[in-house]
């Protein structure tokens, strides 16, 4: 029989027979506080025993980045794969014989040849196969095969597709994500057996990958946050350091694989959101086509790739009919009052959204889950663990715009309901998200003024327009488009709560969501901050999944890192002390999505929100408290008018009282103070550097007086350009000071005297680096200057992992 106590709650489908690998005592905080050896005889004792507090802490991040080829139509992959394809074909010959419109072609076409500026977002790239050494060709031939665990076994399918001729000679053609990894490949290939940089190399080449649209590169070993890397400046340093790395060998396959000979450029750079271009391009082509364009073909980094393949055209499908789906959500909502909408495409762009995924991990956590002697299960993990995320999720505010953003202008044209809410009729209940948008569209520029009237488009795209420039409505700045633009947590159901601390509730929750047509249950459960459970990663911690864009990586992400840590270690406090459970932020759609808008509205930059004055969430009625100039809403009976800037005062209030010891004890007095400076000052926030960015681009001093096609042009040249340099220069900072940190671990360590000296035979490392600079800024760096940098960056690497063991 299963133990109950009052911090527990079994749902009806929990089996209780022999067959379930878990029939035993059902966990509760008591018995969490014992299995953790929780020391609770002073406060120094608790905070110090607790998880994710001292030297308890790893950290590792997914960087998602945006790839592109520059060139005349005629020499790149995406417009010359375009027309030379079945769909273009078919489409010209339906056209010419009456059966189709003309207007298709003729967007494809103008696609093709209106390309002023010759850059190709998420292009992939053609290289002529003899200019891989015989390494990177191995590299290239182990990835083709069906199942890489069998080197004898059969290759993929689709295989064909990675092939081309130009001019009589076989070229491959490959995205820029895969081609980081054969750059790569290629650079280890002349270097001598015996070489840390040999080996070194190898073991990085897995991670570099992309499973959606964009490049995605992963930390190279778990950083330990203690001593020099100073908790999340460790994290940040091995990000920047990785981010220049792939700078180099972006610029390397432009030469060495004659990229730029032939034609093609490749870039690779930091930019949150959807490519205009490519969105307009979604606009005018079928779904399949849409796959086929600019699905990653998964090469590098799943031994069965062309299955990880079609699971990403699977999540293509899901989201692009989920985006559909939300129509009715919004009818039903009373958001749309008649059938006069228009319709999303039937492909859709959000995968195209890119940003940055921070896990953190508890070595005590992972310590007692690897330890088979040990109580502390996968029950109890899942039990604290979303009980952890519930108690965060009401302070993921203070990141959104202050350490990461995604600046958008929304023309009023585009400010249809439908389009406009994207996601979110999935990820809030009819309440709040009627809340939201009557806040959206009191902030917008959508007001007659003449008539007093707020209106929003209601047309043909021609009329809508020419409501605009009559009027002079405008639409809206939106600080973080892409936590809108993307489906980033998912609203639970009556029945199936996703956080409820019970193991399979996740898999209940997307059974349900995929007979709603929301969701597959093939697919991995969207969270803002999830749980990295033992059994499936290897380790026990959580991935914050909430980051866009970082103007400085190095600072930015420190703090946004050490926050995180902060937080999470708070929410154990919590619950070891019985001061939050389960109980107290109750499990069902109105609580979550209560806590949910907050988030949402910070993104689209309302400056107010509403929560009930009753609420049943005793955690957010303790931050209510602390909020100073709220009042009864006039409008909304039984409900409270919360000011943004003043709920964010309110957490800062929290911590600085509840957390004050794990703020002494992990020295992140520096980040409360950076975070309390960004909350008052929107200068210091991403934000708000990011915006000044764009707007230099247009001469403009505020966004609202920027056309929004103009606008979302400017960011996109912004990011490509003087971002990238900066994060570059900044990064190559870090590496000069790295050298130097490397060059006297040297006198110390015989490996590495030998590895810098088969690199550097004549010549001092930390000189050859600072005088290499300027080159490889401008991209005119040789290709042996940036093979010498490369293993330079391996060697610093090998010395960081040294110093996580």
Known sequence: MIQLDDNLIIPKNIQTDNQSPYIKKQSNLSHIKELLDIKDHSADSLVASLPFCNN????????????????????????????????????????????????????????????????????????????????????????????????????????????????????????????????????????????????????????????????????????????????????ARETSLRFLM???????????????????????????????????????????????????????????????????????????????????????????????????????????????????????????????????????????????????????????????????????????????????????????????????????????????????????????????????????????????DYLVSLLSTDSSPALNGVLGNDDNLKADLSSMGVFDKKMSLYLFYRLRQFNTMGFSGFEGRHYSLFYSILEDMQHATNLQILLTALAYKYIIKGEVNHYSIPDNPSVESERRQIIFGQAIGIPTFYINQNTTNSFLSKIAKQINNSRASYRYKGYCRIYHQEYQNALLRIIKNDAADIIECMGFEETIQDLEARIHNRELCVEGKLLSGILNKTEALDPMKVDGDEFNQASEHYYRNELRLFQMNEAYDELIQSVQDLEQHAQVSQDIRQALHSIYPNQDMTAFIKQARSQVINEKASIQDINSLIQSMILVFHSDIKQNI
Request: proline share 5%.
């Open 246 to 484: 792939c700078q180099l060998l972006t610029q390397y396959a432009n030469e060495k694989f004659q990229l730029t000979k032939n034609g093609q450029t490749a870039m690779i750079y930091g930019a949150p959101l959807p490519p205009n271009r490519q969105k307009q391009l979604n606009n005018f082509i079928s779904d399949s086509f849409y796959r086929e364009l600019f699905m990653s073909p998964c090469l590098s980094g799943w031994n069965r790739g062309e299955e990880k393949h079609h699971y990403m055209g699977l999540c293509h499908q899901v989201l692009s009919r989920s985006q559909v789906n939300a129509i009715s959500k919004l009818k039903e909502a009373g958001i749309i009052v008649n059938n006069l909408v228009v319709m999303p495409n039937m492909s859709n762009t959000s995968l195209a959204n890119n940003g940055t995924h921070i896990s953190i991990g508890s070595q005590k956590l992972t310590n007692l889950m690897m330890d088979q002697t040990s109580a502390f299960s996968p029950v109890e993990e899942k039990y604290a663990g979303d009980l952890v995320i519930k108690i965060v999720e009401h302070f993921l505010t203070l990141f959104v715009g202050t350490y990461s953003a995604a600046p958008y202008r929304m023309n009023f044209w585009d400010f249809h309901p439908e389009k406009a809410l994207g996601f979110l009729p999935h990820e809030l209940d009819y309440t709040h998200l009627r809340m939201l948008w009557r806040r959206w569209k009191n902030k917008a520029s959508i007001k007659i003024k003449m008539f007093g009237t707020r209106v929003t488009p209601f047309g043909p795209e021609w009329l809508d327009r020419e409501l605009s420039k009559r009027f002079g409505l405008y639409g809206d700045y939106i600080p973080d488009f892409r936590l809108i």
């Open 56 to 235: 308890d802490v790893t950290a590792g991040s997914e960087n998602e980045l945006l790839a592109v080829v520059k060139g005349h139509h005629e020499h790149v992959d995406l417009p010359q794969f375009i027309q030379l394809s079945n769909y273009y074909q078919n489409i010209c010959k339906r056209a010419r014989v009456g059966e189709m419109s003309k207007n298709v072609v003729n967007a494809l076409e103008n696609f093709i040849q209106d390309n002023h500026q010759n850059v190709w977002e998420n292009s992939w790239v053609r290289l002529p196969k003899h200019t891989l050494s015989s390494y990177a060709e191995q590299t290239f031939e182990k990835d083709l095969l069906a199942d890489k665990s069998f080197l004898n076994g059969p290759l993929r399918s689709d295989c064909d597709r990675f092939f081309t001729f130009n001019k009589g000679e076989l070229n491959i053609r490959i995205p820029i994500s895969y081609l980081l990894k054969l750059s790569l490949a290629d650079i280890i290939n002349d270097l001598p057996k015996s070489t840390i940089c040999k080996s070194m190399g190898k073991s990085f080449l897995s991670h570099f990958l992309n499973d959606n649209t964009s490049p995605e590169t992963f930390s190279f070993y778990p950083v330990h946050l203690k001593g020099q890397n100073k908790m999340g400046r460790g994290l």
